[in-house]
């Protein structure tokens, strides 16, 4: 992690849940942190109650399913800080409805393949950009799911988790297809993993209107320990990339 000290990441959806827990942790290891999220006051609080950290928090409003809102934040990142070394592509939605269902919107569904998937590609090019232009290590984690690893299921089905599942299966494929053109650069300095954790218990369940008594029943990680995975992550050598670090609660049956 030490290499990491002193430079800058970027991490998506970091308003809330995991990418918060992300952003926090990197800040207390000595990494500066760019968040991006719609609700930028959330991240000026996160950095006024961490401002005694050894990196520091900065925040910018974005909305990763908005093409042009990624292009500003991209473009306010080169002019405030010249480059950065790290992106976490964290953000993510989950609508907790079945496709056969009639109230499901089309809306719901775009809007997830556009923060999941679509936002993550897009963010990724930006982070490309930066890093193969000044040739230096750099480093994408994408934070997927165990549905993206897995196949679908009776419980899956049941709780609607249908596109969500499809865009964290588009997300493992993405992340192999970037991980092949990256080996493929004489002197490639890019790593890249994917983060496949079970349930998380964080307010993303609430928002997509999933039941007290459903979440109580997954037994799900804290947000936390997908940001000590990270931070795990960031510490191997230059010479290892661990392409996928699968995370599962304890006697989990998922």
């Known amino acids: 992690?030490?290499?990491w000290i002193g430079k800058t990441a970027v991490v998506t959806g970091a308003s809330s849940g995991i990418g918060a827990a992300i952003?926090?942790?990197l800040a207390k290891a000595g990494v500066n942190v760019i968040g991006l999220a719609r609700r930028k006051d959330r991240i000026?609080?996160?950095a006024e109650q961490n401002k005694?950290?050894?990196g520091k928090i900065h925040s910018f409003a974005c909305d990763v399913s908005d093409p042009?809102?990624?292009?500003?934040?991209f473009d306010w990142i080169e002019k405030t800080f010249g480059t950065f070394h790290v992106l976490i592509n964290n953000a993510g939605i989950y609508r907790c409805n079945k496709l056969i269902n009639p109230s499901l919107k089309d809306s719901e569904i775009i809007d997830t393949v556009?923060?999941?998937f679509t936002g993550l590609v897009l963010c990724s090019r930006q982070a490309l950009k930066f890093l193969q232009k000044n040739d230096e290590a750099g480093y994408i984690i994408n934070i997927n799911s165990i549905a993206g690893q897995t196949s679908a299921n009776g419980m899956m089905a049941e709780h609607g988790i249908n596109v969500y599942m499809s865009t964290k299966h588009?997300?493992?494929?993405?992340?192999e297809i970037l991980r092949l053109e990256l080996a493929a650069v004489?002197?490639?300095k890019i790593k890249i993993s994917s983060v496949s954790p079970g349930a998380v218990m964080t307010e993303i369940f609430d928002t997509a209107g999933m039941s007290k008594e459903a979440q109580k029943a997954l037994n799900g990680l804290q947000a936390e320990d997908v940001a000590d995975a990270v931070v795990y992550l960031m510490s191997t050598p230059e010479s290892v990339n661990v392409t996928e670090l699968t995370i599962r609660p304890m006697n989990s049956p998922m």
């Open 1 to 3: 992690m030490d290499k």
């Open 23 to 25: 952003l926090v942790a």
């Open 44 to 46: 000026e609080a996160l």
């Open 52 to 54: 005694s950290a050894k």
């Open 68 to 73: 042009k809102s990624i292009d500003a934040a």
């Open 114 to 116: 556009n923060t999941n």
């Open 170 to 175: 588009a997300v493992t494929s993405i992340t």
């Open 186 to 188: 004489p002197n490639n």
